[in-house]
C-alpha cells in the first residue's frame, strides 16, 4: 500500500484538493510504529476530535462509512453472534459501541435533521450488535 501521503497526492491529482482534503479528514492515524490494538483507543480519540470540528461534508463521510460498517457488522453478527468481535483489534465489545456512539452524539449533535433517516438506521443498528436499545436523540 502507498503511503497515506502518496494515496492523498494522486486523490487530489485525479479528483481536486477538495476531495482529497475530504479523504484526508476521515482516514485514521495508523500509528505504525505500534502494535494496532495498542494504538486503537488513541485512534479513535483523535478521529473523535477532529470530527467534533468537522464540516457536514466530513462527517457525511464519516456517517456513511460507519453506517456501512454497521450494515456488515449486523449481516455477520447475525450468523456467528460475539465471535465477530474477534476480527478486530479491538475485541472488547463494550469499547467498540463506544466509539459508534461517539459518532453518533457528534453527527446528532451537529446536522441530525440533515441526516435524519441515515441516524434512525444508524440508531436501529447499534441495537443488535451492543444489545442496546435506544432511539438515536437519546
Known amino acids: 500500500a502507498l503511503p497515506i501521503f502518496d494515496s492523498l497526492r494522486r486523490i487530489e491529482k485525479e479528483f481536486g484538493p477538495r476531495v482529497a482534503d475530504l479523504v484526508d479528514s476521515v482516514t485514521e492515524d495508523k500509528m505504525k510504529k505500534l502494535p494496532p490494538e495498542a494504538t486503537w483507543r488513541a485512534r479513535k480519540w483523535q478521529m473523535i476530535f477532529r470530527l467534533r470540528k468537522a464540516d457536514r461534508d466530513t462527517l457525511g ?30 475485541k472488547d465489545k463494550a469499547m467498540q459501541a463506544w466509539y459508534y ?38
Open 101 to 138: 456512539k461517539e459518532i453518533r452524539d457528534i453527527v446528532k449533535q451537529k446536522y441530525e435533521y440533515e441526516y435524519y433517516e441515515e441516524m434512525e438506521e444508524y440508531a436501529n443498528l447499534i441495537y443488535p450488535l451492543f444489545n442496546q436499545k435506544e432511539h438515536f436523540w437519546e
Open 61 to 90: 463521510i464519516c456517517l456513511a462509512d460507519n453506517l456501512s460498517n454497521l450494515r456488515e457488522l449486523n449481516r455477520d453478527y447475525e450468523i456467528i453472534g460475539d465471535e465477530i468481535w474477534e476480527r478486530f483489534n479491538q
